[in-house]
Nanobody
Framework: QVQLVESGGGLVQPGGSLRLSCAASRSMYSMGRMGWYRRAPGKQRELVALITSSGDTNYVDSVKGRFTISRDNAKNTMYLGMNNLKPEDTAVYYC?????????WGKGTLVTVSS
């Protein structure tokens, strides 16, 4: 079992940057893939980025070249760096970890991109 807590969301102007953090309540060394999802107003939840235990990454096309997922196992924290933010990036962002067939989610952090 693990608890996940996201932070770093907020209001930012188009073109701005944010870095989201996801703190895990236990060691991440034994965790495999992890990721970030988002849910925009009126839309379904969408997988944004994945990172494996070896550091391989994958992104949804709409954020490629703008977002960077990373993890620091020593700090039990996963990150999502977001640059050149667009209004369509407005959403609640959730971190996700599957462990032994069970999906664990944080409560989310709101990112609002608006002028």
């Amino acid at each position: 079992q693990v608890q996940l807590v996201e932070s770093g969301g907020g209001l930012v102007q188009p073109g701005g940057s944010l870095r989201l953090s996801c703190a895990a309540s236990r060691s991440m060394y034994s965790m495999g893939r992890m990721g970030w999802y988002r849910r925009a107003p009126g839309k379904q939840r969408e997988l944004v980025a994945l990172i494996t235990s070896s550091g391989d990454t994958n992104y949804v096309d709409s954020v490629k070249g703008r977002f960077t997922i990373s993890r620091d196992n020593a700090k039990n924290t996963m990150y999502l760096g977001m640059n050149n933010l667009k209004p369509e990036d407005t959403a609640v962002y959730y971190c996700w970890v599957p462990i032994s067939g069970i999906d664990y989610w944080g409560k989310g952090t709101l990112v609002t991109v608006s002028s």
